[in-house]
């Protein structure tokens, strides 16, 4: 099997509607808080940087065009600093506690939530 990497950064507001939607492509993502400028800086804010998510998705190759167009769908807003979508490459996924090499959808290795 064939595995990417899927990063996107959104807008806060979107996220609990994005993982309603996402549920029956993902089984698991990592959701953090960033700071940061793109494209877009908030010349208001005293530091030129803007609160968005960062999702992060392991994802059989099968399933990323659904992944990306969900996210698509649900964060597109009409305005510079929406966030961004991208779609890497994965060569190797392992546990560290074991050490062994495993893939995301690997039951007997991974914790369900």
Do not use: Q, W
Not at 89 to 108: K, N
């Amino acid at each position: 099997m064939i595995f990417k990497y899927v990063i996107a950064v959104i807008r806060p507001d979107v996220l609990k509607e994005l993982e309603a939607r996402l549920g029956p492509h993902v089984r698991g993502m990592m959701v953090t808080k960033v700071m940061g400028s793109g494209g877009y800086t908030n010349f208001m804010s005293r530091d030129l940087s803007i609160e968005h998510i960062k999702i992060e998705i392991f994802a059989e190759e099968s399933t990323v065009d659904a992944i990306v167009r969900t996210i698509m769908e649900v964060a597109h807003y009409d305005i510079p600093g929406a966030g961004i979508v991208a779609v890497l490459p994965m060569e190797r996924f392992l546990h560290i506690r074991t050490g062994s090499e495993a893939f995301p959808d690997d039951s007997t290795n991974l914790p369900r939530r």
